[in-house]
């Protein structure tokens, strides 16, 4: 199994005037310890369960490129996108940038949105959860033909697109992975076995079932289950768990199935505990 570090959480020592210093630190210090990837959350405001609204919150396609420039070896890619936030010819040519100038480290994190709050706070466009999904696949098949270069007009329900002209192409062949987050049976899941290359679940008491409910959107749609990598949410707190302890967390995810764990990290600007991760849990981790 390999790990990946998600930074939601931008109230730091030092506030402003020491948070770009400080995420440089905690990028550069997580990609010499060695974990796979590195994402931000893509919102304007922080997200409850994480902080009040009025926490510090980076823009995250600004973030990533900033990111970019303190990491040799991590993927980089927002969990996950909001697809309203951005068109998606825009998203395409984003994401394409970031692979392009991170040297092909990029990934395509989506998902159908949910934060209305922000969204109606900051004018942000935030139609229904129908009309959201709708265009959750359109930006799939938008992003995924200019990936490609492909430059055939696009003409969708929601986007019409002249020409998908995507200069320079991204690095990564056949273009960034895509990974689609969440886990509803209906929608999500099953853009995942249409489209994606990667899925995110919660580590939830129901995640066994959703891997099943995917399982069978695949043979349903003709793709090889296996092509999917399996990513979940998991926390790393060694406040209150021992490496141990969370190697024996990540273990119990690895046997259900999950290639990747993905999370955040107490205290992440203490950046001495990537010591820890270098050390012992990732290299264990590598193991299950």
Not at 83 to 88: C, K, L, N, Q
Not at 179 to 200: M, Q, S
Not at 254 to 262: K, L
């Amino acid at each position: 199994m390999k790990l990946g570090l998600h930074i939601s959480n931008f109230t730091w020592p030092g506030d402003a005037p020491r948070l770009g210093p400080t995420l440089a630190e905690v990028a550069s210090s997580a990609d010499e310890a060695g974990f796979d990837r590195i994402s931000v959350m893509d919102h304007v405001w922080q997200i409850r369960g994480v902080g009040p609204a009025e926490n510090a919150m980076l823009e995250a396609y600004t973030a990533l490129g900033y990111l970019a420039a303190h990491t040799r070896n991590a993927k980089l890619f927002t969990m996950v996108t909001g697809v309203t936030y951005r068109d998606p010819g825009l998203l395409a040519k984003a994401v394409t940038t970031l692979d392009v100038l991170s040297g092909g480290r990029a990934l395509l994190g989506i998902g159908a949105a949910w934060n209305e709050d922000e969204s109606r706070g900051l004018g942000l466009f935030f139609p229904s959860t129908k009309e959201r999904f709708e265009r959750l696949e359109e930006t799939l098949q938008i992003c995924k033909q200019m990936f490609a270069g492909d430059e055939t007009p696009y003409q969708g329900k929601h986007y019409q697109l002249g020409r998908l002209l995507n200069s320079p192409l991204p690095l990564s062949r056949p273009g960034p992975r895509i990974l689609i987050g969440g886990g509803g049976e209906k929608k999500t899941l099953l853009l995942v076995a249409k489209y994606a290359d990667a899925c995110n679940l919660f580590a939830s008491p129901e995640a066994g079932h959703k891997l099943e409910v995917l399982k069978q959107h695949c043979e349903n749609v003709g793709r090889d289950y296996d092509e999917i990598e399996k990513t979940v949410m998991f926390h790393y707190d060694l406040t209150t768990k021992s490496p141990a302890e969370i190697i024996e967390g990540l273990r119990g995810l690895a046997a259900m199935g999950f290639q990747q764990a993905h999370g955040s990290m107490v205290n992440v600007y203490d950046t001495k505990q990537f010591e820890i991760f270098q050390k012992e849990i990732i290299p264990a981790a590598a193991e299950l």
